[in-house]
DNA sequence: TTGTACGCGTTATCAA
DNA sequence: TTGATAACGCGTACAA
């Protein structure tokens, strides 16, 4: 059996009391006393026991991550490690609930309180992938990434996509790019949305007008970006450029206009989104927007901290800044 | 308050000990009443609170994992996706442990016994990363992924590095290869010396005579791939193939021989190891062999899971068969 | 077949 | 400044 607080209180002659006001920072304990406390603490290699603690009402000091993509999305493990800093800096561990079930009967909520899990974060879903409102309602603080949920309890953080696109359209219409075509996600994904409001701004600002059918549809995938770029490719008026809204489908993109007999960047312009590792190995390697998704990890876990610290504040926001990567995929517009 | 068992029992009208009984699988309750309170568990929608549970001392489903390299290693969302699958069944939660500081005041094995962790799962580690002895002394049983670690409460699982291997030599010499090369990981990891051992066995079988300098050291990386094979080019009786330890390493030394003038497959085959997104992204894209890190996370927790529940379990050791996937960087040996 | 009562390790209250 | 003790929610001898 691991030692526990009564081994500590007896080897230092004093209360189990006086042990626990030492390891809580009560002030109102002796100088002299509290440092043999903690002295014995550390030959005994004395830790509480977190069990004994969140049963008694204190913190259970753990966040509960909750995604949907079970662990597929590329960006979870960058993600992750940007959490583990903030993580280690405020003393929480991180739990994943293994998705027993969440269904009626066994929703992740009750799961939440029968662990007693502080706050969670939550990454990979869109607004009607699933019914937050439980969630919300139980009052768990809750962190989303990439969908602005905004409620009592509850707050976001996400790139600055918007601005993030814009910039790309800058980039090309200095290589004097005016055929721009914009190869989206989901259409009605929260980045989605907010790059093609981005692509939107930034024609305008160039003062290029824009063509609804310069505009195709993907889901992130490489899959869907071959052929979302084939569509784009067959149109009379072929663009000269493509921002596609994920480096995967960029990756598709580019395959499309080779096997079309095209060459990226001498014909086609490619720009990618996320910078994942793939982007540096193609061929050409890919110009891309680069997603600081450690700070992402890092700030959410921040902002959760808050969040269950402070049962008044107001639902927090994140825009974290991206960064334009420029690789080979890009060139001045031909003609 | 969330309900505890209390509040079940009145309601169901009966005790606490009944409601416990019932959710605890006795048989020694009365058909009539179980059902009468399993159907109040349902209403109230009532879990037991798990830091109760784990310090009345029964069990605390949680298991921890442990990683050296954050989170950056490519394999590691696999392994988790395949882990969750047993966690699930087996009714764990997944614990990662923020590495507040593993010093000697603070162990990792402190850590998970005031978590009162069940067991653990080590990946990343090399034999002389750290002491495991801690670890292994706590009797928490633990599971190693790709290191072989045989105690009293510890095995490990790991791909048939060797076999592998083998396989690989086998392939290039039906493609009339005779000048195998053969490009190391860090040279004294586990993974590396059991492919070193098939990649020896597969010569010999073959009937080729084993050269020293067609072995070159790297450390798995993109970056020591390219110098590794500058060595092996810069050879006077330069290999017609090469064997990598790693994908990321194949990668390198396919821009080695593309600068070098030669190209893949024409001059030089080129095999991987992992099989990892980025082989079927690469020109050509790669040969390689891939590892079922899937069934390598889903059987560590079931190892785990019976090492938990059976004190004098020997130490399990698993090997997970490979597959070698063929691409484009393989063809027959030139002359 | 059911219920009472104690203990798990910790914190918080209150009296000394 | 310290210590005794009652919670916290649950599991389980043991008694009924």
Chains 1, 2 share one sequence.
Not at 209 to 236: I, K, W
């Amino acid at each position: 059996m691991a030692t526990n607080i009564r081994d500590v209180a007896s080897k230092a002659g004093v209360s189990v009391a006086t042990v626990s006001k030492v390891l809580n920072g009560y002030t109102t304990v002796n100088e002299k006393t509290k440092e043999r406390v903690l002295q014995v603490v550390k030959d005994l290699q004395f830790h509480p026991n977190s069990a004994a603690r969140s049963l008694v009402g204190r913190r259970s000091m753990t966040i509960g991550i909750f995604l949907t993509t079970g662990l597929a999305h590329p960006f979870f493990t960058q993600i992750l490690s940007g959490m583990e800093q903030s993580l280690k800096s405020k003393g929480y561990d991180l739990i994943y609930l293994a998705q027993l079930s969440w269904n009626k009967e066994y929703s992740f909520v009750r799961h939440c309180q029968s662990r007693n899990i502080e706050g969670v974060v939550v990454f990979g879903f869109q607004h009607d992938d699933m019914n937050f409102d439980e969630l919300i309602e139980s009052g768990i603080p809750a962190l989303f990434i990439d969908l602005d949920v905004k409620e009592k309890r509850a707050g976001y953080i996400s790139s600055d996509n918007q601005n993030a696109a814009r910039r790309t359209v800058h980039y090309l219409a200095e290589l004097n790019h005016r055929k721009i075509s914009f190869l989206s996600g989901i259409k009605d994904s929260y980045v989605s949305r907010l790059r093609l409001k981005g692509y939107l701004a930034g024609l305008e600002e160039a003062g290029i007008p824009y063509h609804e059918n310069y505009v195709a549809e993907g889901d992130f995938t490489r899959e869907t970006g071959y052929l979302a770029m084939q569509r784009l490719l067959r149109l009379p008026d072929r663009p000269t450029s493509v921002i596609c809204c994920s480096d995967l489908s960029a990756v598709g993109a580019m395959e499309a206009i080779r096997d079309s007999g095209l060459s990226v960047p001498q014909d086609i312009s490619v720009i990618g989104f996320d910078d994942i590792e793939i982007a540096s190995y193609v061929q050409p390697a890919l110009t891309t927007v680069r997603q600081d998704m450690i700070t992402i990890g890092k700030r959410a876990i921040e902002l959760l901290d808050d969040l269950i610290n402070d049962e008044q504040l107001a639902p927090p926001e994140a825009i974290i800044p991206t960064e334009l990567i420029i690789r080979g995929s890009c060139g001045p517009a031909k003609e």
